[in-house]
């Protein structure tokens, strides 16, 4: 049977039945239930689960698992020994699970990424997020090239991800590899259903409340990886994502559902907007960046009066952000954003992120970048007004003088 005509089988047999359990370091030979198969033969296992068999588009761990699930047809898993032997080093031993300890510091998880133990430290909940990741990639691209060229990325970020979400701290920037490009990942979510009694989001003019969240995955981006077919898979997962996160357990429930997704650059979010917003005077600054393509923002916060933000659209960056407004965003201190720096003071407005959006804005003008007038004293105070306000607000008040006791008249 050929291979392409194998893969077509077996990709369209997954699509209709339950995600997989991803076999992670169990013992050898397995015990194949009714109706499943060995993948690799009677007695066999996988000895390398994160390798992908090249001609079927599937990583062997995943393949073994929908095979002992009997997600595979029998007719189908008798022609798989002889294609994934090498590839997918099947022997009588499988693998032996080595992953780090919990507690292991970060760049021992991260080197660890990539060989056998590429399932490692995913919790359960992970894996069926996991599952689903591979299941909708294979809806999106019933080729698998998905799972050979953007998977492995994702999972390496996500796993990196993990490790911060526990302390909740933004994971730090990537330093990607050669061939690869450090992306962020946005989804704006709405809904129309919800109750908004508590006044918690800003309801639009439609009456759909609308809200951007970001994904916190520091994924390094293969050119390989097809970035239309990353992005549709992003959108197909992202209220389960968003849910497994914490955003709220509830999302289905209300209606919820990822209205659009984009994957900017980490360049353009953090580097082109974000340091200029946290830093409103950066190009005011000795050791300006270089920038062919200067756009300036004005924000407006509450009833204060606007003020503008000079950012560096080079490389079309405003454009790959879309609908997501990354520089209100970095101006509101979203802790999808920043989580230390709140550059104009905004967090007295409300503790939460979502609320104090409806009182921050931000518009991409037509007004040309003039140095001499951008990184004048008058420009500067307009920019530092609210913090400048809350900080006399907030002085000790100043202890009234006694008054002198007069002196009594000399006789």
């Known amino acids: 049977m050929k291979p392409t005509r194998l893969l077509t089988r077996i990709t369209a047999f997954l699509l209709f039945t339950k995600a997989p359990i991803l076999v992670s370091g ?44 009997g997600q595979i047809p029998q007719l189908d898993c008798a022609g798989l020994p002889s294609m994934i032997l090498t590839t997918c080093g099947c022997s009588d031993e499988g ?57 492995q990325d994702f999972l390496q970020g996500f796993q990196v991800s993990d490790y911060f979400f526990t302390s909740n701290v933004v994971p730090p920037r990537q330093d990607c590899e050669d061939g690869k490009t450090e992306i962020a990942m946005f989804t704006v979510i709405a809904t129309s259903t919800r109750d908004n009694t508590d006044n918690l989001y800003e309801v639009g003019e439609d009456g759909i409340i609308k809200i951007r969240s970001g994904w916190d995955v520091p994924m390094c981006k293969s050119s390989f990886c097809d970035e239309d077919v990353l992005q549709q898979v992003l959108q197909k997962v992202a209220i389960d994502y968003f849910q497994q996160r914490g955003d709220g357990s509830e999302l289905r429930a209300q209606g919820w559902y990822a209205d659009s997704t984009v994957i900017p ?36 916060i509450a009833d204060d009066a606007p003020f503008d933000i000079a950012i560096c659209a080079d490389d079309d960056c405003l454009a790959s952000v879309g609908p997501v407004d990354v520089v209100g965003n970095f101006a509101n201190a979203d802790p999808h954003f920043s989580v230390s720096e709140d550059p104009f003071c905004v967090r007295d407005i409300a503790s939460n992120a979502y609320t104090r959006s409806q009182y921050v804005s931000a518009e991409i003008t037509d007004k040309v970048f003039d140095k001499t ?32 006791v007069s002196k009594a008249p000399k006789v």
Do not use: W
């Not at 430290?121 to 998905?146: C, H, I, K, M």
């Open 265 to 300: 650059t980490a360049e353009c979010v953090f580097d082109q907007i974000g340091a200029s917003v946290i830093n409103p005077e950066l190009y005011c600054q000795a050791g300006t960046p270089a920038c062919s393509n200067m756009k300036i923002a004005e924000i407006t």
């Open 26 to 69: 169990e013992h050898c030979p397995h015990q194949v239930p009714d109706g499943g198969c060995s993948v690799c033969g009677e007695d066999m296992c996988v000895g390398n689960p994160a390798e992908f068999v090249a001609e079927l588009g599937l990583p062997c761990g995943f393949l073994e698992s929908a095979g002992l699930n």
């Open 373 to 404: 007038q951008y990184c004048t004293a008058a420009a500067y105070r307009s920019r530092t007004a609210r913090c400048g306000q809350l900080r006399k607000a907030t002085k000790s008040p100043k202890v009234p003088k006694v008054s002198k």
């Open 95 to 151: 693998y032996v699970e080595n992953c780090p300890q919990d507690g292991a510091d970060i760049p021992i998880l991260i080197a660890s990424i990539g060989e056998e133990q590429v399932y490692c430290d995913l919790n359960q909940s992970d894996r069926n997020l996991f599952e689903l990741l591979v299941t909708a990639s294979l809806e999106v691209d019933p080729t698998g090239a998905f799972l050979q060229t953007c998977l």
